[in-house]
């Protein structure tokens, strides 16, 4: 069982800057990003495959979010710039050790969860 914490939340106008957090007890292969607006399904943000190996992003933040790990402190972090209103969102972190087939920005293969922490963008 991997515990995830996220940490980082909070209100920015646009155009400004936010990180993102996320503490796990053990390591896992896959450490994603998963964000869920008002209305909307939870999509797939950015993850990272074995610390950096592999970073993954969808379209709509590529240029703008940045997700790293530090593996001394099994910690995962989405750096967000030019921030957009679209962005609000719940982001969860999640992690699992295989996809099974599925690409990362599926939700289905992920065992462990975070508790989410609210991103508010305002124009």
């Known amino acids: 069982q991997v515990q995830l914490v996220e940490s980082g939340g909070g209100s920015v106008q646009a155009g400004g800057s936010l990180t993102l957090s996320c503490a796990a007890s053990?390591?896992?292969?896959?450490m994603t990003w998963f964000r869920q607006a008002p209305g909307k399904e939870r999509e797939g943000v950015a993850a990272?495959?074995?610390?950096?190996?592999?970073?993954y992003y969808t379209d709509s933040v590529k240029g703008r979010f940045t997700i790293s790990r530090d593996n001394t402190k099994n910690t995962v972090y989405l750096q967000m710039k030019s921030l957009k209103p679209e962005d609000t969102a719940v982001y969860y972190c999640?992690?699992?050790?295989?996809?099974?087939?599925?690409?990362?920005?599926?939700?289905?293969?992920?065992?462990?969860w975070g508790q989410g922490t609210q991103v508010t963008v305002s124009s």
């Open positions: 053990g390591y896992t292969n896959y």
């Open positions: 999640a992690a699992t050790q295989l996809l099974y087939g599925d690409p990362w920005y599926n939700s289905g293969p992920y065992l462990y």
């Open positions: 990272d495959y074995r610390s950096s190996l592999y970073t």
